[in-house]
């Protein structure tokens, strides 16, 4: 895996924990940070990890530049799937078109609730939603967040929760989803038909990736 982090990386953080599992089926090769200061770097760096900084500034504020420059650090490590793991900008085509089917993103809500943007979960609880989540997802060129689902998992709002409590209930989730949702990808259990994305049972354990569902090139 190629993890992209832009904040602290708890998310990273997790995702370490269980390739260190002894059946997880992934490793991670290399995170990329648009932002020097992300602890994300850090968290890599303690876990022996390759990591780098790729700030738009280093390519004269040219987001497609820079995008291209980290699909090809990816590429040169060998990473087949990318996981972006609290990653707060918009990816460029560029990027996103050279990992078809294989960009998984962590969202904090159940999308397509409180898509598009980086205060989702403050956005839930101003709604006043009874029940907020987080969704993994497929990333592609299109609509920010507009992406095929993965998997969901609903999180309770109570009514003393702030933004910390909540957001802090949904991170415990996401902790146990982008793992499962990576452990899916490689082991070939994710069809795609369209939209919809099947799990298919641990018996029908193919090659890593996404299959296309029988009637429908993906
Ligand atoms: C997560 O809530 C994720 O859903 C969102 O950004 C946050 C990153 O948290 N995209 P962390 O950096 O993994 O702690």
């Keep these: 895996m190629g993890v992209l982090v832009s904040g602290a990386g708890t998310n990273l953080e997790a995702l370490l924990r269980s390739c260190a599992g002894a059946d997880f089926p992934a490793a991670v090769g290399l995170v990329i940070s648009n932002r020097p200061s992300a602890g994300g770097l850090r968290i890599a760096a303690r876990h022996g990890v390759d990591a780098i900084a790729m700030p738009v500034a280093e390519f004269g504020g040219e987001v497609r530049q820079r995008d291209r420059a980290m699909g090809e650090r990816f590429r040169e490590t060998g990473v087949g799937l990318v996981v972006c793991a609290g990653y707060d900008r918009v990816l460029d085509d560029i990027f996103l078109r050279g990992f078809p089917n294989a960009i998984l993103n962590i969202h904090p809500s159940l999308l397509p609730a409180f898509a598009g943007g980086m205060n989702g979960v403050e956005a839930a609880l101003a709604?006043?939603?009874?029940?907020?989540?987080?969704?993994?997802?497929?990333?592609?060129?299109?609509?920010?967040?507009?992406?095929?689902?993965?998997?969901?998992?609903?999180?309770?709002?109570?009514?003393?929760?702030?933004?910390?409590?909540?957001?802090?209930?949904?991170?415990?989730?996401?902790?146990?989803?982008?793992?499962?949702?990576?452990?899916?990808?490689?082991?070939?259990?994710?069809?795609?038909?369209?939209?919809?994305?099947?799990?298919?049972?641990?018996?029908?354990?193919?090659?890593?990736?996404?299959?296309?569902?029988?009637?429908?090139?993906?």
Excluded: N
Excluded at 169 to 180: A, C, D, G, N, T
Excluded at 189 to 213: F, N, W
């Design 127 to 218: 709604f006043g939603v009874k029940v907020a989540g987080c969704t993994v997802q497929l990333l592609e060129p299109g609509l920010p967040d507009g992406g095929p689902v993965v998997l969901q998992a609903p999180v309770p709002v109570f009514e003393d929760d702030d933004v910390d409590m909540l957001r802090a209930r949904i991170h415990e989730q996401e902790w146990v989803l982008l793992p499962e949702a990576v452990a899916l990808w490689c082991h070939g259990r994710l069809s795609r038909d369209g939209r919809r994305i099947r799990i298919l049972p641990p018996s029908q354990r193919g090659a890593s990736g996404v299959r296309a569902a029988a009637s429908v090139p993906v």
